[in-house]
């Protein structure tokens, strides 16, 4: 709704009542102020939409009556000429009462809901109603206020009488509102002027906004500021506020027809994340309307340019109920994980939980994000329940539900002994899985993207004797070089890291000894980076309860730092990973 509507709006929720301008500043009204004035004004309206019509009271109190007639002709002819609405357009008389004998007459009382019609969907550009108005006092001559009202554009408007037209802009009129984005990337810890070139095809609202872009990475909010406002004639613009993304609207901009250049400047605080940004206007032409008739436009992405953002990752951890938690990271070695949320309840019916890589996070979306090959890679999971059968979990960026419904992969899954999720293992984009039988030799069941299709291929034989192993932990790339590792803990507590090799054959290299006394966790997860070093991490948990956090180094002859305490109270999950 735009500016005018919103005063006609104001305006005529005061009729019969002295209006705030006439009180303004003094605390008592002039003799002038208490002189009733009513106007009319030209409006614009949509398709589909239910104008109500009636002057607005510029001062004075109106307790009389008003006449308002509607037709399809300028009401500058003889009384009746043209009276009514264009064809298919229905009048409503709502708290009014329609003249007997009359087309589209109606007298209306000092309040109440006044008369209007419904503009029909379909309804052509351009198409007008033309309106006129007669006030009449209490104990004035009402028949003659429905003929000046009938008439009311032949003579000159007064303050009791007068006419306008409504006429129906449709959304392809309403696109000839154009604005041009000038957006520079902003400087790290510093200012930079953008600006708006905007046709004003017709008088409108301009409304201006900024949001993260789809498909990056967001660490807001950051102290973004918007100032340094310039306009030219014609333009009058408001600042609802300077800080960016922390509200709706930062210009709010009244319009007159012509061509505009609205500049301003943004300034990002020092030591900012990155920020990918987008601007957002809308143009508002309609008196009558929905927000759903604005013009809208985004600008190309820019840059608050700052500090990397590197993805975060997370946890999950599933209760003795059988109700399954996300935590989600913090980028910090000391509390390191956010407050959990709950992901679902029913999970105990699994004994097999596996993520296929670690849990990460998705760039920011303004819309919901459903399983593609985008959503790949960022924690997809396997469940097996107890009849053997394995189901799959999609990921997703959809508001409380991060995964879509389960997909079944197949049964005699119970053969294993363990299911654990492997990342990329061949470096093809898809998301693997290991599997250890009874005697101890790993499969390797290589992803294929399918969303219709068999998830898996055929297994691939990795090797014998990893029976020697009571926890295996992968998907990460613990050394840093773009491949997915593994790393195992024997009986003995001695935990060993397998390099990715980036082949889907031999996806291992020899073994390498981390060290000794792991054998104090019953529960091991390679999560990722935690820290916002870029670089891989650790939690364990040990037998009293407490979580671990192992800072990876990138080193793969030292892959984890000393281990840094999370918390305590973990051992109410029955599994984390």
């Not at 009276?83 to 357009?89: L, M």
């Not at 613009?237 to 709706?248: R, W």
């Not at 396997?382 to 197949?410: C, E, F, H, M, S």
């Not at 390099?499 to 390498?512: E, F, K």
Request: proline fraction near 5%; glycine fraction near 12%.
């Amino acid at each position: 709704m735009n500016h005018a509507a919103r005063r006609i709006a104001a305006l005529s929720a005061a009729t019969g009542i002295l209006t705030v301008a006439a009180l303004a500043n003094s605390g008592t009204a002039t003799a002038e102020d208490s002189v009733l004035r009513l106007t009319a004004h030209d409006q614009i309206a949509a398709p589909g939409t239910s104008p109500r019509l009636e002057p607005d009271v510029e001062s004075g109190i109106a307790d009389g009556k008003t006449v308002i007639a509607f037709s399809t002709k300028p009401l500058t002819g003889p009384a009746g000429d043209g009276a009514g609405v264009p064809k298919g357009f229905t009048t409503q008389a709502n708290d009014c009462t329609e003249v007997a004998g009359l087309v589209a007459v109606y007298v209306c009382g000092p309040s109440g809901l006044r008369p209007g019609f419904a503009v029909p969907a379909g309804t052509a550009d351009m198409t007008t109603v033309h309106w006129g108005f007669a006030y009449v006092p209490r104990g004035g001559d009402l028949a003659a206020g429905i003929e000046t009202a009938r008439t009311a554009g032949a003579t000159p408007a007064d303050a009791t009488h007068g006419s306008a037209k409504v006429v129906v802009n449709t959304a392809a009129h309403a696109a000839l509102n154009t604005v041009a984005f000038d957006v520079p990337d902003i400087p790290s810890g510093g200012t930079v002027r953008q600006q708006l070139r905007v046709h004003a095809n017709e008088a409108g609202e301009l409304t201006l906004r900024f949001r993260p872009a789809d498909g990056y990475l967001w660490r807001g909010p950051d102290d973004i500021r918007i100032g340094g406002l310039t306009t030219g004639p014609g333009a009058t613009c408001t600042q609802p506020s300077t800080a960016l993304l922390a509200t709706m609207v930062n210009l709010d901009c009244r319009l007159e027809p012509g061509d505009h250049t609205i500049g301003y400047e943004l300034t990002t605080p020092s030591g900012a994340y990155m920020a990918k940004l987008v601007a957002l206007t809308t143009y508002d032409i309609y008196d009558f309307g929905t927000q759903y008739t604005d013009v809208r436009q985004t600008s190309a992405p820019f840059t608050a340019v700052g500090k990397p953002v590197l993805p975060r990752h997370g946890l999950l951890a599933r209760d003795t109920t059988g109700t399954l938690f996300q935590y989600d990271g913090t980028g910090k070695a000391i509390s390191a994980f956010q407050n959990r949320h709950q992901v679902g309840t029913g999970w105990q019916t699994y004994n097999t939980l596996t993520e296929l890589s670690p849990l990460m996070e998705f760039p920011f979306s303004f819309a919901d994000v459903k399983p593609s090959a985008t959503t790949r890679g960022h924690g997809d999971l396997v469940a097996r329940d107890a009849a053997g059968t394995l189901w799959y979990y999609d990921r997703q960026n959809v508001d409380t539900k991060p995964y879509a419904p389960r997909v079944k992969i197949g049964t005699g899954w119970n053969t294993y002994d363990r299911i654990d999720g492997a990342g990329d293992l061949d470096r093809d984009g898809y998301m693997d899985l290991l599997a250890r039988d009874k005697t101890g030799v790993l499969w390797l069941y290589k992803g294929t993207g399918s969303f219709t299709g068999a998830r898996f291929k055929t297994r691939v034989k990795i090797g014998n004797g990893w029976g020697a192993y009571n926890q295996l932990a992968g998907g990460s790339d613990i050394t840093g070089d773009g491949r997915a590792d593994l790393v195992a803990r024997d009986k003995a507590g001695v935990l060993w890291l397998y390099r990715g090799t980036g082949s889907g054959t031999a996806p291992y290299a020899t073994r390498t000894k981390i060290g000794a006394g792991w054998n104090a966790y019953n529960q091991l997860v390679t999560t990722g980076d935690l820290t916002d070093d870029g670089k891989a991490d650790a939690v364990a948990r040990d037998t009293a309860g407490i979580l671990w956090l192992y800072q990876g180094t990138g080193n793969a002859a030292a892959p984890f730092a000393t281990r840094t305490k999370v918390g305590t109270g973990w051992n109410t999950y029955n599994r984390i990973f």
